[in-house]
């Protein structure tokens, strides 16, 4: 039997992310859970209230997703109460990763969430040996034994598309890395706060084990 205490996930849709893609992953990983699981889309502050955990996607510029954060009444503090003060668990996708940053020097200078110490900045392409953005499979070594990585292989493939990074000032934040040219961020956190810059939604198997993982964490 499913458990009788229903946990409501929110997926935060401020017009910017693949809001679809990621709203049918996280069912199908809920599906996979001993858990009784919601998953709900969210468009105003007041819908957060009810919410166990939250996911903030992100697809295309900082600064774009920062004003279409800021433009829905009320978020930005709500999800500051929600999340730094109630500690509910929050995960941030791609972009919605890269606004837990101070800072982001994407086409000019543009302040974060600050939620986490850091900025991002463009990604090197290494004497134009490299592609940028940085798209396609790449292999993820994480902190062994980290939950979120629980029945996931060290440098199974995850799925990218960006072409900036997290430039973390607390290196005891990285949950994991990538290799493009350097070592780049792939999961960053600190207590309650997950950001991971690949696409679970996008990344199959892996992917669904990855939210179904943050699913039944407990931060």
């Not at 001993?34 to 955990?53: G, P, Q, R, T």
């Not at 396609?136 to 939950?147: A, F, R």
Request: aromatic share 10%; proline share 2%.
């Amino acid at each position: 039997l499913r458990g009788l205490i229903l946990m409501i996930v929110g997926i935060i849709d401020y017009g910017s992310g693949n809001i679809r893609s990621v709203f049918k992953s996280f069912e199908r990983a809920a599906s996979l859970t001993d858990l009784n699981i919601k998953v709900k889309v969210i468009c105003s502050a007041d819908e957060l209230i009810e919410l166990d955990k939250l996911v903030l996607p992100g697809q295309g510029a900082f600064a774009d997703c920062m004003k279409g954060l800021k433009k829905i009444e009320g978020m930005e503090t709500m999800l500051n109460k929600k999340v730094l003060q109630e500690k509910k668990d929050f995960l941030g996708i791609c972009v919605g990763m890269q606004l837990l940053a101070g800072e982001s020097s994407e086409h000019g200078y543009h302040e974060g969430l600050s939620w986490l110490k850091g900025k991002v900045i463009k990604m090197k392409n290494h004497g134009n040996t490299l592609k940028i953005p940085h798209m396609g499979w790449n292999s993820v070594l994480y902190k062994e034994n980290h939950p979120l990585f629980q029945n996931i292989k060290m440098y199974e493939d995850f799925y990218f598309v960006h072409s900036y990074e997290f430039f973390t000032e607390e290196k005891e934040t990285i949950i994991a890395k990538t290799t493009y040219g350097e070592e780049i961020v792939a999961v960053i956190g600190k207590n309650n706060v997950i950001g991971t810059q690949f696409h679970p939604e996008k990344s199959q198997k892996a992917g669904i084990q990855f939210i179904k993982n943050f699913l039944e964490w407990k931060s």
